[in-house]
């Protein structure tokens, strides 16, 4: 009976091991999740009424370069606050100096889903 205890509490102790605890790496990195999503390089893509992602992450204060490709219909990207304006498939590169949430949107009346066609850049 004692050896059943015994097998049952070490095999529990054994589960609590295997599945507790968060990555250390990104602790060891000095970074938490947020900062590690963050990006120079932003390809986007569009389709018809959608944007490939709906949040992109960029550091503040360091130079960003968006590349926009259309694999469906004609779009572009606007945001308003960094004068971004890429009508069809194009690039800018620009600063975000202050930190915050900004809407990119489709520039280019693209059909009857167009006024939903937005992301967000987050500037940490």
Do not use: R, W
Request: overall charge negative; proline content about 3%.
């Amino acid at each position: 009976m004692k050896k059943v205890l015994l097998s049952a509490v070490l095999l529990f102790l054994f589960f609590l091991a295997a599945c507790g605890g968060e990555d250390d790496s990104e602790q060891a990195n000095g970074t938490d999740a947020t900062e590690s999503n963050a990006t120079n390089q932003i390809d986007m893509t569009a389709t018809n009424f959608t944007f490939d992602k709906p949040e992109y992450v960029v550091n503040a204060g360091e130079e960003i370069t968006i590349s926009l490709t259309n694999e469906e219909g004609q779009h572009g990207i606007g945001i308003n606050e960094f004068d971004v304006n890429i009508q069809g498939n194009g690039k800018v590169t620009f600063t975000p100096n202050e930190p915050g949430e900004y809407t990119i949107y489709c520039n280019v009346p693209c059909g009857e889903g167009h006024a939903d066609m937005k992301s967000t850049l987050t500037v940490q």
